[in-house]
């Protein structure tokens, strides 16, 4: 049966994308899938896993067993040179592997909140920067009185590397995104190009100035993903997999160990169907003295919310059709959720 890709986040997806592309069955079977999985694969994800000071992750089972949910702390990293850097995007993601279903939770960079480890409250995506992603992790769960098993991080460099070493990406930009806020990191996306490279594509995820703020930056993220695996379904040139290795190995850090991951990527490619539901947390920005800092707030209903949405989501005796879904797929629910299946990949959008 031929197995289409699975990918499971948004503006961080090139993470799992890289290993996704190395487990494609339909691929992998003209070149030897045991011999892959076995050798080469394991030994360069090896590179990749930078387990956390002080924690320890919860195994995730093998594809032989039953899978309980379990979470993931998606890092998109704004790193440049040997400096740190921030998580420019954070998304507390939920995998239910029998369910075939994940949630993700977009936290805005500007939320202000309790940072963990430095007795003080600041923008949460400075907990990156202080404490790397043991920090953010610690962070995260305290904000959302929930518990992260694993984390994946990917910097910037490695995106754009990846975009362009898979020949660009086709996005519908019909008119010129230019993000010109004295606050923001400037650039111009130019609209109507065939094909975007890396550099304008991760413009692209992370422009913030529309009308819609986060909400759109979020509706992109699904956008991006489907159009990134259709990339990925293209990618038959077996000259790219070594190059896309270096890239994973020299910018992709996790706390899953290298079987995990090829564990974990089977099991997911398993399913003929999985649905992807997305929520970006709710507040509203306003800064605390004037000429300070500007911070983003968290509506407390919502944030509440949320909470009771991740614990019903983490808890395996939650049955598929039980599950507390965000407010926007409780009407009209078959034209919001984006569905991923071995027969068609698409992102509904309300």
Known sequence: MNKRKWLYTASAAVVILLVAVFFNRGTLAAFGFDWLLQGQVEKQLEQTYKPIDGREPVPVSTIDKKQDPFSVLLLGVDQRGKEIGRSDTMIYTIVRPNDGDLLMVSIPRDMYVDIIGKDKKDKITHAYAFGGAGMAMDTVENFLDAPINYYASINFEGFRQVIDTLGGIALPIEEDMVNDDPDHEKFVIKAGQE?????????????????????????????????????????????????????????????MRPQQLVDFSQSMLQAKERNIYSHSLLGSGHRLRSGGAWYYFADDEDLAKVQAMIKSWLNADTPASSLILPDKYTVNKPKEVGTLSSSETTTKQP
């Open 195 to 255: 094909s975007y490279n890396g550099k304008d594509t991760l413009n692209y995820v992370r422009y913030r100035e529309d009308a819609g703020g986060d909400m759109n930056r979020t509706e992109r993220h699904q956008i991006f993903l489907s159009l990134l695996m259709d990339k990925a379904k293209q990618l038959n040139q077996w000259s790219k997999v070594p190059q896309l290795m270096d890239i994973m190995g020299d910018n992709f850090s996790t706390d």
